[in-house]
């Protein structure tokens, strides 16, 4: 018995680790719990092909112990049968049992390890990358408050030379010539600064649909253009 418990440990090396093995220096991470966990699980699956031939060979054994047992007992034969290939085959099978439910443990406690360093890990990677997304979204931000305040200024003395009737497009010009062409142009450059300011999804002020006026039609959204722009309202 002794010799065929050896021998399945001597063929069992390949596929289980070692009980006692020295801790490893490497830091553990997902990567490498993640292939001991593969090591395991194939360590199971060969522990399971063996166990489920020694079962078979078990149950052979059995069925011949009690086949002669049977004789024995009704005096067909003289020799009692020996317990011993029986008694080796089923330690052999329990050994194998007995590591197999070993290793499915051990596969539950990397589980639970992948999990935990998974989680650290992710939380460290966080912690790594948030100053430089923070950085990142502080300095966008400036740009974007920038990037208004250039667009309300533009906007305002766009408005000023297209409406201005002093000195912008709508002033009072010496020729019917002069006067004709400046409505043209302000025609024409109040339309594109319209169909620029719905592409881009920008509230351009709604005096620009009504060539600079006022009027009952537009000033509720007038007022709410305004409050909505507090630099409008200075």
């Given amino acids: 018995m002794n010799n065929i418990l050896k021998k399945i440990f001597s063929d069992s090396d390949n596929t289980t680790p070692a009980a006692h093995e020295a801790p490893s220096a490497e830091p553990r991470t997902p990567e490498t719990i993640d292939a001991e966990i ?32 049977q004789t024995f007992a009704l ?49 460290e990677s966080g912690l790594r990358i948030m100053p430089a997304l923070t950085a990142k979204a502080e300095n966008l931000l400036v740009q974007y408050e920038n990037a208004l305040t250039t667009a309300r200024t ?14 912008g497009l709508k002033q009072r010009f010496v020729t019917a010539e002069l006067a004709k062409e400046a409505q043209r142009v302000r025609g024409r450059l109040r339309a594109q600064a319209m169909t620029v300011a719905d592409k881009l999804g920008h509230a351009i002020s709604p005096r620009f649909e009504t060539d600079g006026q006022f009027n009952a039609s537009v000033e509720d959204a007038v007022t709410a253009y305004v409050l909505s722009n507090p630099q409008r309202r200075r």
């Fill in 38 to 69: 593969g090591a395991c699980r194939a360590s199971v699956a060969q522990l399971d092909a063996r166990l489920d031939d020694a079962l078979v060979e078990l149950r052979r054994e059995q069925n011949a112990y009690d086949h002669a047992m």
């Fill in 75 to 123: 005096g067909q034969s003289k020799r009692e049968p020996e317990r011993g290939l029986l008694q080796a085959t089923k330690s052999k099978a329990d050994a194998l049992g007995r590591v197999a439910r070993q290793q499915r443990e051990r596969v539950d406690v990397l589980a639970a390890e992948l999990a935990d360093t998974t989680h650290r890990a992710a939380v």
């Fill in 154 to 167: 533009a906007e305002r003395e766009l408005f000023a030379v297209l409406f201005d009737e002093q000195f």
